[in-house]
């Protein structure tokens, strides 16, 4: 699709779009320039494209006056100004939780977690696709799709129920039946691929060089896509107090929202928005889908795929767009990748819930798994303020915990029954 082919009605020349504070598209590899539009690879050297900003003038209580979801901070967003005025699910401002008894637990002085399980779909996918529809919108789109490892999938299918318009998701047919489900009931149109979701992934891009109404939107809208992800920085900054945390541990599929929540806490910087000095950058995988820690630990620059074989399997991308800018920001913000097994992965997941009453799916087992690990190994300062990121819900990942959690005991409505059962219960 390009501008030229839009109505007139909506738009007629790029320079009429309005995506709020945007004003072009640069290559992440050689900076070359592009007019804002529906671009996604750089002409020069098909190095993937980011959006570039004017800001202008933001200040706390500008924001601090706005809705209480992502879009107090559109005008750090790529977006239309009247964003809030379309139907949309109101993603992001989900709760930072001080996080005492798991930070007793591990040894911590100091530990929250960014609970994104509170979003609309229970995951962070909520934030990054309001704003590729809002993108996508202005762009002249009009279906939404995705390539999805699950929780994508319920994104864009809740998203373009409540915008009113079609949409076409693509899923790996091994997916946990419950994301199989919590997008379906959405009434989207959900294709099962034979493959994993790398497989998935390049049906998706030649699809979108066939559909052209179709905004993919961590394909060809992904520049705008990803900077959704910039919001999770945002919000941890300003429930904080308008200050950044010493340390954050954040799970690595495509490596995007790691990326971009770096470049959240550098904007607020410049901005002049919270004091300098950004947080040491963490990034935590599982063992059977690590490509960006293997890399990390041999001290790689490029980032070799691998086939995913893990209980995570929202995480489960073998190849992922972001794994090198991944290796980038650990690097220079003096953080690490790290991974875990999936055994670790459970026991993460029960550790989070029975510490903090927060059961998160597998992605959050890995994070806390991570945390746990890096601690051990003297990795991560346990002095040092650290936010860890609990992207995802439990209840979309039953599979994971059900072999290993359950009743304490089957037992006839008595209370004999039950003195037998746990007699330690009267001390
Ligand atoms: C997609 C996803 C991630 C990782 O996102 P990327 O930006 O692809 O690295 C983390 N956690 C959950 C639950 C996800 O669904
Ligand atoms: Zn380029």
């Known amino acids: ?14 320079s009429a779009l309005d995506l709020g504070p945007a004003t072009h598209l640069s290559c992440r590899e050689c900076s070359a320039t592009t007019e804002l539009g529906p671009y996604y690879a750089c002409l020069e050297c098909f190095g993937p494209l980011e959006v570039a900003y004017d800001f202008g003038d933001v200040t706390r209580e ?22 809030t005025e379309v139907p949309n699910t109101e993603p992001g401002f989900t709760p930072l939780l001080k996080a005492d008894n798991l930070a007793r637990e591990l040894g ?26 809002a993108a996508a919108r202005e762009l002249g789109f009009s279906v939404l799709a995705c390539p999805s490892t699950g929780n994508l999938a319920n994104a864009v299918a809740a998203a373009a129920a409540r915008a009113g318009i079609r949409s076409f998701v693509f899923i790996p047919s091994n997916l946990e039946q419950q994301k199989i489900v919590t997008s379906a009931v959405y009434d989207t149109t959900l294709v099962a691929v034979d493959g994993n979701y790398d497989d998935v992934n390049r049906l998706a891009s030649e699809l979108a060089g066939q559909y052209e109404d179709w905004a993919f939107v961590n394909v060809n809208v992904r520049p705008y896509y990803a900077e959704g992800s910039k919001t999770l920085g945002f919000e941890t900054a300003e429930q904080l107090g308008w200050r950044l945390p010493e340390q954050v541990v954040i799970p690595v599929a495509s490596g995007a929202q790691l990326v971009k929540v770096d470049k959240a806490f550098r904007e607020l910087t410049e901005l002049g928005l919270v004091a300098g000095g950004g947080p040491a950058v963490f990034g935590a995988q599982a063992s059977g889908c ?49 991974d875990v097994t999936d ?16 059961f998160g799916e597998t992605a959050a087992g890995v994070t806390v798994a991570v945390l746990a690990k890096l601690l051990r190994e003297g990795k991560l300062d346990p002095d040092a303020e650290t936010v860890i990121f609990n992207t995802g819900e439990g209840l979309k990942t039953l599979d994971a915990v059900t072999p290993v959690v359950g009743p304490a005991g089957t037992i006839a409505p008595t209370t004999e029954a039950f003195r037998a059962l746990v007699p330690e219960a009267e001390n």
Do not use: C, Q
Not at 64 to 82: A, F, H, Q, T
Not at 116 to 132: C, L, Q
Not at 292 to 319: F, Q
């Open 290 to 338: 690590s490509p960006v820690a293997a890399a990390y630990k041999a001290g790689h620059d490029v980032v070799r795929p691998v086939r995913p074989d893990t209980v995570a399997k929202s995480l489960a991308i073998g190849n992922p767009a972001d794994g090198p800018y991944v290796l980038d920001v650990t690097r220079r913000t003096g953080g690490a990748v790290e």
């Open 108 to 133: 911590m002085k100091a530990l929250w977690v960014k609970n994104d399980a509170a979003n609309p779909t229970h995951s962070f996918k909520d934030r990054v696709v309001a704003v590729a529809l």
């Open 62 to 83: 500008k924001i601090e006056s706005g809705p209480i979801s992502i879009w107090r901070y559109k005008d750090l967003l790529p977006v239309p100004r009247n964003v």
């Open 1 to 14: 699709m390009t501008i030229t082919d839009t109505p007139a009605s909506t738009r007629s020349e790029a």
């Open 343 to 358: 055994d670790d992965v459970i026991d993460g997941i029960r550790l989070l819930a029975r510490t903090e009453g927060i």
